[in-house]
Nanobody, 121 residues
Framework: QVQVVESGGGLVQPGGSLRLSCAAS????????MNWYRQAPGKQRELVAT???????NYLDSVKGRFTISRDNVKNTVYLQMNSLKPEDTGDYYC???????????????WGQGTQVTVSS
């Protein structure tokens, strides 16, 4: 079993910054991919940023240059630094992990419970 806990959401003015964290705990051999998704009210969930276990990153076009994803492999934690926030960044942000519980395990995906981000003046 792996537990995933997100934190760092909140209310921020346009142009402000927030840093989201997602910590995984439990039986983890390796975390292959760590993703941040978001879902705005009335819209589908979308992939915002990805980081692999080799450190490769990928971003949604609309957040490139403003958001930075990073990970701490010792702490099994992924971060999302969000700068120059815009009202359209508002939504629930979810952490998603692809991991292996044991060396011989099949890779499994799991989700956090989400953290709310509101960008408004």
């Amino acid at each position: 079993q792996v537990q995933v806990v997100e934190s760092g959401g909140g209310l921020v003015q346009p142009g402000g910054s927030l840093r989201l964290s997602c910590a995984a705990s439990g039986t983890i051999f390796s975390i292959l991919v760590m993703n941040w998704y978001r879902q705005a009210p009335g819209k589908q969930r979308e992939l915002v940023a990805t980081i692999t276990n080799s450190g490769s990153t990928n971003y949604l076009d609309s957040v490139k240059g403003r958001f930075t994803i990073s990970r701490d492999n010792v702490k099994n934690t992924v971060y999302l630094q969000m700068n120059s926030l815009k009202p359209e960044d508002t939504g629930d942000y979810y952490c998603n992990l692809l991991y292996k519980g044991r060396l011989w395990s099949v890779a499994t995906t799991t989700w956090g419970q989400g953290t709310q981000v509101t960008v408004s003046s």
